[in-house]
């Protein structure tokens, strides 16, 4: 009870003072004094109060402030802001029957969805097979101005994911593509990762289907736009960036934790244990020592044993 009336004292000085502040002087006290006779109740001291640290409670609470909240969506929730982006490729078919792929076009997004890079990219071999009802793409997107080459967007993709986490839908097929490689621990492909795939999903899900299902919304009803499947890919990654990095956290500190016990110890070389068991001889086994005793001590001996264990306990 003396805490309670504590803190109620507390909260009457700190309106006393707003009140001062309003009024001016003692005028505040007055008017408090005047409400409580009337029988009026006192608002709290903290109704009117703004801490000082409302950053911090805008980042423990986003709720509080919904605007700032959305102001922070790409930089909070990810958790590593600048260190993302998505990526898409566009191919097209060349050889016998256009059923090797080649790199037509490649977009990426950052971690907020603006375009780091989209061009289209002109194939060193010939265009056997455009598959413009998927890809979208014509004879005459691949010689217009702006189209670049094959080892020109090797190297702006090379510069733009360079020490980033790539996230992406089926992204083997793009990096064959770009024939760039990637560190695993930096790749974040929607369509292995388990907790993305809907209920009784046994396949590997397409992205139009993660869409629909995820985020409630069509995608490639037509052609395919690179653009819009990066930035679906980094929405489906947002949903889940916080337990996906948790996981990837996890799996790396167990492999670290493998590895450092097989670089314990040093390497045997069999061989030489072999040859060394091979040297070594055996020699001749010492023959047990019999100890003659006189035949009268060896019966009390054995006589003596056998009082012993006909002794009760």
Request: aromatic share 4%; hydrophobic share 35%.
């Amino acid at each position: 009870m003396k805490d309670g009336k504590d803190v109620n004292v507390l909260k009457v000085l700190k309106k006393d003072a707003k009140l001062r502040q309003k009024h001016g002087g003692a005028a505040g006290g007055a008017t408090r004094e005047s409400g409580k006779a009337a029988g009026k109740p006192v608002p709290p001291a903290h109704q009117f109060f703004v801490s000082q640290n409302w950053k911090t409670l805008i980042q423990r609470r986003p709720d509080v402030a919904p605007k700032a909240k959305k102001e922070a969506l790409g930089q909070k929730v990810l958790g590593i802001g600048e260190n993302v982006v998505a990526m898409d490729c566009e191919m097209v078919g060349v050889g016998p029957n256009g059923t090797r792929s080649v790199l037509a076009r490649v977009s990426i997004v950052d971690s907020e969805g603006k375009v780091l890079l989209d061009k289209y990219v002109r194939p060193k071999e010939r265009v056997t097979d455009f598959r413009t009802p998927i890809t979208g793409i014509t004879g005459s997107s691949l010689f217009r101005e702006g189209v670049i080459s094959e080892d020109e967007a090797r190297e702006l993709a090379a510069k733009a994911m360079d020490g980033k986490i790539v996230v992406g839908h089926s992204l083997q097929n793009d990096f064959q593509a770009l024939l760039l490689s990637h560190p695993h621990v930096l790749i974040r492909d929607t369509s292995v990762y388990r907790p993305l795939r809907p209920p009784g999903q046994k396949k590997t899900p397409s992205l139009r289907k993660l869409a629909e299902y995820w985020l409630q919304e069509k995608i490639q009803e037509g052609t395919h736009d690179s653009i819009q499947d990066a930035k679906t890919a980094l929405r489906l990654y947002m949903l889940k960036s916080k337990a996906w990095e948790k996981q990837m956290r996890s799996a790396m500190q167990h492999h670290t934790s493998i590895d450092d016990e097989e670089d314990d110890g040093e390497k045997v070389d069999r061989t030489s244990l072999s040859g060394a068991k091979k040297k070594v001889k055996k020699g001749p086994k010492a023959k047990k020592k019999k100890v003659d005793f006189p035949t009268g001590e060896v019966a009390k001996a054995t006589k003596k044993k056998k009082r012993k264990r006909a002794v009760p306990r």
